[in-house]
């Protein structure tokens, strides 16, 4: 349940550099209410206030025009006498206006200025007169207002959106419209606030209605609610040329080769030859740069490319551009290299600046929906801006093509009766609009592939949901060819019929492999319904011109039947899940991502958890409860609520224990800032947790969570094709919700580690590595897999099973499934633990886990290299707290804990990777026992070696030349003076003479206990002494050696 | 330290000490054990259930297997005995037929649910009949005793509500809730279970024999001690149509199961025993509803024990 948000906030980074010379400009009009006067300054326009709009004293008893929240009929304002035709200026202008908003204003939109009238006119509209003139407003979104501007051009309009700020503090502030044929930019306060770019240069047209400050001019009047202090109306002097950037602004240090476009503009009214174009970058002029010559029709625009040095030290640079005697400054910045980071992906956008904060790495915010074309420059400079400002907060870009549901209407899914499904779909299937879709994934890749922000691209999300089965003619020719059959008369929708309403369906529940309704289904998952063919077609098209480095990536991919290839040819697979009712179950479904991901092993995995809950499933508003907690009384009526933070730190450590690409998370108004969403943001201290998290565990551990592997699967859990086709009642469709998926916490309570496998598992064989297969619900198999579960049982193999097991296998542990009371976490919680309990005592004579504990709210869960565990330990002790408890739903808050972990392995050291110590364990026979000590909702990493570590060793040439590349090699040896074969926790820093940190470091993974470390110190750096300090994340001990740097 | 967790403990050791080379050993290992001295010693004399199944497993992959599975039948462990079953139904079709009829008494309800699967390609023959039929009447669990019945019953229906789509993932907001009125329904008794032969379902069914009745259970209406099958109907009007993603019909309380029809199309079924008297359910009607229409909804009751009847309201919500 994603909405896209579409704001695109702040861009701070701009703001500096696009410094607006203002020295040129000429007054045109200005109103200075602070003087007591309605009169315009140099006295050339005058005006009548109407309604209720007074000049009077504001809070502060300054003098003021003071405006009053008005009806929709009754105008307000200051009117001029007659239509002016100087206050709509024909070339470039600014308006600015001083204002100060009622706080407690209830409008949703208020005028600032205006003599457009028809402020958004429909496009087959062709009256000049709604298409003249300007106006400039400010529209509520959620919290904060959003500054707009409708231009006429005389038989079109234009609208400008700015960014949301807030506004609404009872002080004043100053919004700054400033227009130019070639671009429109917002500044609040100063600073800049929107930017865009118009590639055909617009005059605006005359206006035909006298002009109104802070009002309407006619009706529906919509009167600015608050005082207005000064309004400015400026002109800028036209110049015969106009130099702007003509690409990204963005750069990222040392990417390779790259290049600085400069926009150059003939407005002179007549052709230019040999107009030499130079530039210099103010911080390191001893760059040299080329000179351009270049001839220029009038009227027409040149791009031209300087080199953008990227060996520079990260900062803004100031790119000085002179063209015949027209200088302009342009700054561009380039961003810290990253270095193996571990993503954290904000699904949506937001301020990019919080975001960061928090620890997130990337945000999405699509830029295919501008309908990018490489040869069209505005909208392609627009984008590029976009990922420019994310970059300068050091977000990186993921767009989001969503552009099928334009297509569905003419290519919709046909259902048995010839007629479009109700719930309208898009014929994937058909190949008909591929074409487009490709061409604009191709565009998109084209427009923004070069930039290294724009890293990846999420190819689908949510529209095959409601895919099911089309009878167009398509799908059934498609069968045909594939099966040599038709479709099964019994197939309607993407439901097979359950398989008690099956005529003669086999009475033990054992299918033939090519049973044809489950060969239907198998193909109409895998290829027929056309989605995973069209996701490979689109992920391809973005490879097209994007880097090497760039991911595709496809969501939800298990919302589907456990069948290898949902997503087709993606990068990367992903799917989001609600922490409510158990947040450990995060880690159930995450396991299904893994298994997803088992027929490509090469594809990525990432797993996105919801910031927010469901009102109803657990603080139902039909329920009242004693002593409602807090956020009730802001959010009443609220349909989504934050996430408790507790939850949310239980889900990320679920999370992080397994071997995943990076997270993600959606709901960006119930972690970071209110904006008026549907999520609200009830629990302010989410952010605080994951910030603390992010920071203290992802960032300094990011690069050895990617890197350490699974252990092979001793425990696995089936999910069915076959069953979820005939017997869906238990499958889990990624949601996690079923007795399927509570037996796998059940598992965890009992300090086991279910992989979750499919029936493609176990056809590839790999039964032969689990030792105990849990088959909870598998009500139907097929006869391949049947007779594989079978031979593995003769083979030694443990099942467990339940009543619905098909009969024909004979569970060695019998279960009775428990159905999950929604209304009764605890009890749940309970029988599940005592469930896990009951299995390990009747598994231990027989099947000893890699690890058990006295604490069944402390989940283990290990991952191996070689000889050495990375033991996770996640505090599942939770309790009814104060935020939802009362409504008895969700135990939504965490209690510290601790136990004793039992590992049956002998260890040399234990090292607890949070706090970078070694710590004390105790040995008994072959086992090692670590005490656990967590706090609420806390987890842990510790890491079991063979012996302790010993010396770590840093070497590297004695000298290096700024701008030139060494190597730094690391080596950790055990306490024997080996090389230690661990994956070990590295922070490398490298320090100036200053003792500043240096990019080229950060976190590292040593792979048995050795990395080598490319440093470039930067061009324009210090040189002297430097120090390379390397500490060792998992015993804390640090190594210091210096460097002589020359230039 | 037993022999066996001696074992374990070896193997896992020896995995910890070369984890790459674990893969087969703990299976291989464990299964050596079952020689077939051992196994008989087992199925004699453990109490470990995992034991003995293991054990059993294995003769029944020996030629012992055929004397192994009659002798078994009676097994105090439920799971062998239905794998003994298992094995005689595999191995001998229609010819086990006595073996499974013998099993719907079994006092596991494991055992009876592969006797009755196992019966259901031979319902006609008399005998497994009259055990089938047994079964519905008789079989302590109402589970049983529903799939029992649904051997002979004609009417089949998948009937899913939206809030179990998987691809649901939306707050869903009731729009319109419609409570059906408490009185207007015709009522009749069907003790022979011949009334959906007779199409009482069909809207075009004359029902203007039938008594009328309210919403309450029967026996305080006129049918005092009834146990048994009823049927009810009643005619709605429904608003016009109401932009919607589902319309479900939302039964409060049915004593003790129902089986329902909207406009003379099956919905579904609600039978999960005595237990299901003050049970809500909803099933969905979204293609069935007739907006601004007359509806005739029809429900057939059955209650087992003491009170009987629809006697909580029935509400049609219109889902957004």
Known sequence: ?????????????LMNILVVNASDDKIIAKWNFQNGKIEESNQRFTGKLRGETILGKDHQGNSALILTASKMSDPNGLHMSEVYKELTPSGAFSLEVKFRINPKTQKQQMVLWDNKYIISPKPENKDKSSHSGFSLLLAKRGEKWEPRSYNGYGNSSMIFYGEPEELNDGEYHTLRLEYSPLEIRFLIDGELNYREIMV?????????????????????????????????????????????????????????????????????????????????????????????????????????????????????????????????????????????????????????????????????????????????????????????????????????????????????????????????????????????????????????????????????????????????????????????????????????????????????????????????????????????????????????????????????????????????????ISQWSYTNAAPIKVGQTTDEMLAMSGGNPDQMVMKMTQLFWKRNEVAPANQEVKNPPQWLKEYEDANYISASPDHLQIALWSKIARKLDGIMYHGYSALVE??????????????????????????????????????????AILQSFATTVFAPENASFGWGRTWNADIHLALQWAQYQPAIIYEEHIMDGILDQVDVLVLPGIEVLTESVFSAIQKFQNQGGIVIGDNLLVPGIMPDIIVSAIHRAYGDPLGTKTKLQALGADIRKQLNPHFRSPCESDNPDIVPRIRTWKNSDYLFTINDKRTFGDYVGQWGRVMEKGLPTEGEITLNRKAGAVYDLTSNRQIDFKSTGDNCIIPVKLKAGAGNLFLITENPFGEMTVNHSNQAILGKTIKVDVKINDDKGKISETLVPLEVKFLNPKNEVMPDGGYFCAEDGEIKIDFTPSLNELPGNWQIVVKNLADGRTTNSKLSVKK | MNMKFFIGVLILSCFWQSCTSTKADFKSKRIAEYTPQRIEQIMTSSSDAVERRTAFRQLLNSSKAENSAEKYLNDDDPIIRRSALYYLIDHHGEKSVDYMISATTDSSNLVRALALSGLTPYSENPSVQSAIDSMEQKDPDPNLRRQAAEINWPFKRDNKLLRDDPSWDYEIVTQKSIELSDENWRFITDPNSNGHRQKYFDPLFDDSSWKPIKVGNWETQGWPGYDGIAWYRIRFNAPEKIESNAVELLFEGVDESGWVWLNGVYLGVHDIGTAGWNVPFRLDATKEIKWGQENILVVRVLDTVEAGGIWKPIIMEVLK
């Open chain 1, 1 to 13: 349940m994603k909405t896209m948000i579409l704001n695109f906030l702040s861009l701070l980074f």
């Open chain 1, 200 to 572: 055909t240069p617009n005059s605006l047209s005359p206006a035909v209605n006298p002009t109104v400050i802070g009002d309407r001019v006619g009706p529906n009047y919509n009167g600015f609610d608050g005082t207005i202090a000064e309004v400015t109306l400026m002109e800028r002097p036209a110049k015969d040329i106009i130099i702007s950037q003509g690409g990204r602004a963005g750069f990222i240090r040392l990417e390779s080769n790259p290049e600085f476009l400069v926009r150059i503009d003939n407005q002179s009214g007549k052709a230019l030859s040999d107009l030499k174009v130079s530039a210099e970058i103010r911080e390191f002029p001893e760059m040299p740069l080329p000179e351009h010559t270049i001839n220029l029709e009038k009227g027409m625009t040149e791009i031209l490319k300087f080199p953008m040095n990227a060996k520079l030290k990260p900062g803004v640079y100031h790119f000085d551009i002179k063209a015949n005697d027209v200088t302009e400054t342009i700054a561009v910045r380039l961003a810290p290299e990253r270095v193996n980071s571990y993503p954290v992906v904000m699904w949506g956008n937001g301020n990019n600046k919080k975001l960061s904060d928090i620890g997130f790495t990337h945000a999405i915010n699509s830029l295919s929906i501008l309908n990018p074309d490489p040869t069209d420059l505005g909208k392609t400079l627009n984008g590029l801006n976009k990922i420019d400002m994310a970059l300068s907060d050091n977000i990186y870009h993921l767009d989001n093509i969503y552009n099928y549901r334009q297509v569905q209407s003419k290519y919709p899914r046909i259902q048995r009766d010839g007629k479009p499904y109700e719930r309208l779909n898009f014929e994937a299937s058909n190949p008909e609009p591929h074409s487009i879709l490709i061409k604009d994934a191709e565009n998109t890749a084209a427009a923004y592939g070069h930039h290294p922000a724009f890293v990846g691209s999420l190819v689908h999300t949510e529209i095959r949901d409601a895919s099911n089965p089309s009878f167009s003619g398509v799908e059934e020719k498609a069968y045909k060819e594939y099966s040599g059959v038709d479709i099964p008369s019994e197939v309607s929708t993407r439901n097979a019929p359950s398989y008690r309403n099956i005529p003669d369906f086999p009475t033990m529940r054992v299918i033939p492999d090519d049973y044809p309704l489950l060969k239907y289904y198998s193909w109409w998952w895998r290829i027929g319904d056309g989605w995973n063919p069209l996701h490979s077609k689109i992920s391809k098209a973005l490879h097209k011109g994007t880097s090497d480095k760039f991911w595709t990536f496809y969501d939800p991919a298990v919302r589907v039947p456990p069948q290898w290839g949902s997503g087709g040819d993606v990068d990367c």
């Open chain 1, 674 to 715: 209110p904006t008026g969403h549907q999520y609200k943001f009830t629990n302010p201290e989410c952010a605080v947790m994951l910030k603390d998290l992010t920071q203290n565990v992802i960032k300094p551990l990011g690069p050895l969570l990617k890197q350490i592997p699974e252990r092979r699967p001793e425990m």
